[in-house]
Structures are given as C-alpha cells and as structure tokens.
C-alpha cells in the first residue's frame, strides 16, 4: 500500500463563505469546485502554498460541528500575526493568543467562523525532540 494523498475535509455550513474566509485570510486559491442538482458544495478543494484541504457544506450525512475543538488544523505559516489578524479580520475568533512558546514555536488558536480552530505557527527554535520534551514538560507540569 502507498499513500498517495492526505488532507481534511472540513465540513461547514457555508462552504462559499469558507473558501471566500480562506482565500483572504492565506491567501487560498480554489483548486476545484462542484456542487450537488441543488447547488450545495459537495467539494471544494484549497490550496496555499503547499497545503492542500477541502471543504463541504453540512448535510443529512455530515453535519456541521458544533464548534471549534472537535479537530485542530495546524498551519505553519512565515508570519502567525498577521495570519491571525487576518483570520480576525474576517470574522475568526481568538482561542489563545499568539505568543512565543517554550517548545520553538510562535502560534496562537484562531476558532474560524465555520466552527474550525486552526492553529497557526512558526518555528521559531531548531529544537530536537529531547529538548522540545524538556522544555514542554518544565512549562506545563
């Protein structure tokens, strides 16, 4: 078996919103669209940068999530501030600032208006695994 490809499908419920919040807030561009007889989005695949993920509209089968928690997207992305305000500016919520982190990192927790939290970060330390344990371990006991 080889993996050929892999990237979440957030379920929403208003998938052109979403893809008009995702374009301006990473600059996502609409890979490919379609829609069901009644014009709901049954795929819309994003792309920014290297990252690739899809989004639908909620329906029968797959409902909307209540809210932001039941899946985290992380996106490394150059600049997490301006990523964050960004995502804030059209109409994201913050979940946990962004701030520096002990374990090489700068990232916050940005909840988006579909019920998606994304953390976005930067690395910000070459660390290696026993050191990111170490430092992770001594900042949350």
């Not at 919103?17 to 990473?26: E, I």
């Not at 690739?52 to 089968?61: H, I, N, Q, R, S």
């Not at 992380?74 to 995502?87: I, N």
């Not at 002990?102 to 026993?130: F, K, Q, T």
């Amino acid at each position: 078996m080889t993996v050929q490809q892999l990237y979440p499908r957030l379920v929403v419920s208003d998938a052109d919103g979403a893809v008009r919040f995702y374009a301006a807030a990473f600059g996502a561009e609409l890979v490919e669209r379609y829609t069901d007889g009644s014009g709901r989005v049954v795929h819309a695949l994003l792309r920014a940068g290297d990252a690739l993920w899809a989004v639908k509209d909620a329906d029968d089968t797959d409902p909307a999530p209540a809210g932001p928690g039941a899946v985290i997207v992380a996106l490394y992305v150059d600049d997490p501030d301006a990523v964050a305000a960004a995502m804030v500016a059209g109409g994201g919520r913050v979940l946990f600032e962004v701030a520096d982190h002990p374990y090489g990192e700068r990232g916050g927790r940005i909840a988006d208006p579909y019920g998606h939290a994304w953390m976005v970060a930067a690395r910000s330390e070459e660390l290696d695994p026993e050191e990111v344990q170490r430092r992770t371990a001594a900042a949350y006991p």
